[in-house]
């Protein structure tokens, strides 16, 4: 897959977990451009052309970031919070896809500018679902700023 062409940019350090959004993705045709990182400091870097992603084309942005909030190196929320503060990605919806059901983090993700917020369902099919209806609203029926 060529970066540019990324329509979703997951964020996801548990590869379980990956496995099955890839797999939820592609039951609806929806994985064909989905980048993976697996923690925050490679989604920023990837986002913004930095470190291995140097030299990427920034024009070309996601129309969606799954974003989990337990992430290595960055946290999702302090990614969260660098997507939404530049003007180069502020626009970029961002779906916190998560296994946290503190209030603390929900209401942190949304004050920092989260377009939703989804605790992970234990059970598989459910799962596969809801990562299945996220794809779905957000690349095919929601309408962004080109």
């Known amino acids: ?14 590869p379980a977990d990956s496995e099955l959004t890839m797999d939820a993705l592609r039951d609806r045709n929806l994985a064909n451009q989905v980048h993976h990182v ?8 990837f986002l913004f052309g930095q470190g291995k ?9 996601p129309k ?14 302090d990614v969260l919070q660098i997507i939404k503060k530049d003007e180069r990605t502020r ?3 961002v ?7 503190e209030e603390k983090d929900l209401i942190e993700s949304y004050q920092l500018g ?14 596969s679902e809801a990562v299945a ?8 029926l929601n309408q962004q700023p080109e």
């Open 64 to 77: 969606l970031i799954l974003l989990d909030l337990k992430l290595p190196k960055l946290s999702g929320l």
């Open 114 to 127: 989260v377009n939703s917020y989804v605790t992970k369902p234990v059970n598989f099919n459910d799962f």
């Open 53 to 61: 992603y140097s030299g990427r084309n920034t024009d070309a942005k």
């Open 95 to 101: 779906v916190v896809l998560t296994s946290s059901r």
């Open 91 to 93: 626009t970029i919806p």
């Open 1 to 14: 897959m060529i970066p540019n062409d990324v329509q979703i940019l997951l964020v996801e350090d548990n």
């Open 133 to 140: 209806n996220l794809g779905m609203y957000w690349l095919i």
């Open 38 to 45: 697996e923690d925050g400091q490679q989604a920023v870097d």
